[in-house]
């Protein structure tokens, strides 16, 4: 698709158009991954609170608890930083298959 | 607007010989994350798997004796060889630092450093505290031990899922 039509003209526009649209979907995922895992951190934290004031869990295991969510809630960042980065490496990579489509169009064979 | 527009083709030019030039010289393909790792994939699933299982088998014996802290040692002793074997694979991996933090923190909700006390961060400690060493935790310290140690592994595996999805757009 990206390769249609593709001229010196337009090449940077279609470079940009591939990367866009490659971040885009991605992105869109990061931010579907992180709401939901929010809403997961939150329903857990609510859980640890309520049981604690109900005597279900000593302050001991709430506290252990808690610090055990601090490490989840690490994790799921980090995830996001990584998710992150997948998406702008195929960004990237999405608008130099547009050029290495262009030059080997016009060279005739697949140099690049 | 003759000025506009030769400037405009002499940056695309620029961009062009740039750009050709970073491919010629072998970069065609940019990498900041490694890639889709099966067997880190597999093994982070066979983690979770076991742990599940584990404390679901704690849960129904929480507040008696067979849930000490004494009698399932072994699976504490697995999970410790399944994570270093994994973290000598995610560590062996060029640009893979994310997932080794990752694995670090499941080593930290799961097993811990040991410490048995409210300092602690894991399923281990939560089991070693003197209070639970010889009936084990309550069922729903269990339960919401279960969210935090699914979660951190989930969040491994999203990742791994994320780079193996790009793997598949990219070919």
Redesign the interface.
């Known amino acids: 698709m990206a390769k249609d039509n593709v001229t ?2 337009n ?2 526009e279609k470079m940009f158009d591939a990367a866009k649209s ?1 971040f885009g979907n ?1 992105f869109a ?2 931010k579907l ?1 992180l709401q939901a ?1 929010s809403e ?2 939150a ?2 934290l609510r ?2 609170i309520e ?1 604690c004031a109900a005597h ?6 709430a ?3 808690l ?6 809630t ?3 960042l ?2 996001v ?3 992150s ?6 960004a ?2 999405a608008a ?2 547009v ?2 489509d262009f ?1 080997n169009s016009k060279i005739g064979f697949p140099l ?1 | 607007m003759n000025r506009m527009s030769l400037s405009r083709e002499q940056v ?1 030019k620029y ?2 010989a740039m ?2 030039a970073i ?2 010289a072998g970069c ?6 490694s890639d889709y790792d099966k067997v880190t994939d597999e093994s982070l699933t066979t983690i979770q798997q076991k742990t599940d299982d584990f404390i679901e088998t704690l849960m129904t014996q929480s507040t008696t004796n067979k849930a000490a802290f004494s009698k399932h040692q072994a699976f504490y002793s697995d999970i410790d060889q399944q994570l270093r074997r994994l973290e000598f694979r995610v560590n062996a991996i060029p640009k893979n630092e ?2 080794v ?2 694995v670090k ?2 080593r ?2 799961i097993l811990g450093e040991g410490k048995c ?7 281990r ?2 089991h070693c ?1 003197p ?2 060493k010889v009936k084990g ?2 069922a ?2 269990l ?3 279960r ?3 699914n ?2 592994i989930s ?2 595996l ?2 791994e899922v ?2 193996k999805q ?1 793997l598949g ?2 070919k």
């Open positions: 010196l003209e090449l940077d490659s991605k995922s990061v991954y895992e997961k951190l329903i857990t859980m640890i049981s279900e869990i000593s302050k001991t295991e506290k252990i608890l610090n055990q969510q601090k490490v989840a690490s994790a799921v980090t995830a930083e990584g998710m980065a997948v998406a702008v490496q195929a990237l990579n130099l298959k050029v290495k030059a690049l | 695309l961009w062009v750009l050709c491919l010629l065609a393909e940019v990498k900041l994350s994310k997932t933090d990752l923190k499941i930290l909700a006390t409210a300092e602690g961060t894991s399923l400690d939560l505290m209070a639970n935790p309550s729903t310290a339960a919401i031990c969210l935090n140690v979660q951190t969040a491994a999203s990742l994320a780079k790009s757009q990219s």
